[in-house]
């Protein structure tokens, strides 16, 4: 069964707001994006993100335009550890499943339903085919999820990359509703 939602939410961390129409069912995700953002300098992203079987990224195509000019990627994971950011080898990269957009709540969500870490114990150090923006780089970039349990809006989980660590609340389906110092989902 296919599960469709429209999320939306207030990024404190570019200044601006982010939708995303999501589809999920039978291990797999499928999401559109759009975001307007204004640090560290005005832009507007577009994504769609496809995911396999077990919420392993296949392919996340992104655009993003700025007042100068207007750039895009197209980063695919062929499901056996090789990733190509449009098109050209990304060395490295052979243990990530995952794509983690910059600024976008919306990617923390695969792992976390892979390995149900919104509802049950866990702890998960992952890595990630880290995409910067505006600037559309692509990086690796080592990040643990931890389950923390219940809270008043929804399940804990920590997520920690280098020095950073925020605890994270997602709601039943595996979406961020609040991820402290970058986003809140709006009702």
């Known amino acids: 069964m296919t599960t469709s939602r429209v999320l939306t939410w207030s990024v404190s961390a570019s200044g601006g707001y982010e939708t995303a129409w999501a589809e999920t069912g039978e291990g797999v995700l499928r999401a559109r994006g759009r975001a307007v953002g204004t640090v560290p300098e005005p ?7 496809d ?9 996340l195509r992104v655009s993003v335009e700025t007042a100068e000019r207007t750039r895009s990627l197209d980063l695919r994971h062929d499901g056996q550890g090789g990733w190509t950011a449009d098109g050209e080898p990304l060395p490295g990269f052979r243990d990530a499943v ?5 600024l976008c709540p919306l990617t923390n969500t695969m792992p976390v339903l892979r390995h149900g870490l919104h509802r049950t114990p866990g702890e998960r150090r992952l890595l990630m ?8 780089t692509v990086r690796s970039s080592w990040q643990t999820y931890t389950h923390l349990g219940p809270g008043e809006r929804g399940s804990r989980v920590r997520f920690a990359s280098g020095t950073f660590r925020a605890d994270v609340v997602f709601d039943a389906d595996g979406f961020v509703v609040d991820y402290p110092g970058l986003a809140a989902r709006l009702a």
Do not use: E, M, N
Not at 51 to 59: H, Q, S
Not at 98 to 102: E, I, T, V
């Open 43 to 49: 832009y507007w992203v577009s994504y769609d993100l």
């Open 51 to 59: 995911t396999a079987g077990g919420f392993v990224t296949r392919r």
């Open 98 to 102: 995952d794509c983690d957009l910059g």
């Open 129 to 136: 085919a880290w995409v910067s923006v505006p600037a559309l």
